[in-house]
């Protein structure tokens, strides 16, 4: 019987030894391998957008207003604050478009007129039949994070904002 234990524990001990360094050796050459070489510079990469040849024009501010709608919780149903549900104010978007990936938001309360603002990075995501389809996400120093998707014609500078939950808008290029 303890030569029996001392087998199964001199197995148990080869066993998580040997594994140990197959996983060290499998991490090493994982790590070594991949895509391009390990002295890249990851800034010479673009974001991961899709590289299009974008018409200078297209770049400047589009503007279009959301309108009010009721906040829906994440099953899609009204946000219900004592008993009555959550109306967002309706909200003027204006995004500024750049070069570099680089993209700006102005949100203005239509109600109060209140303004907040955003910068951004932008990620073109494909280019079909005319239309630009952007993901744009945007941060600010209160923690604000918003997100959007743009779709943009090429040629009459309007399209329609989407946003997760919220109504669809129409956009369009003012400057």
Known sequence: MYQKLILISMYTKNTFFFGTIFCIIFLSLVSCGG?????????SKQ?????YNIAEDFYGVYEGEQPSYSMKNKFGDDFIVDGEPLIVPAMNHKFKVEGNLKISLQQTSVEDNERYYYDGKYKIENVKNDTIYMF???????GSKPEFKLRINMNTYKG???????PIFEVSKID
């Open 160 to 166: 329609i904002c989407i946003r997760e939950n919220e």
């Open 35 to 43: 895509e391009g070489n390990v002295n890249e510079s990851s800034s």
């Open 47 to 51: 974001d991961d957008s899709i590289n």
């Open 136 to 142: 744009c996400s945007f941060w600010e120093d209160g």
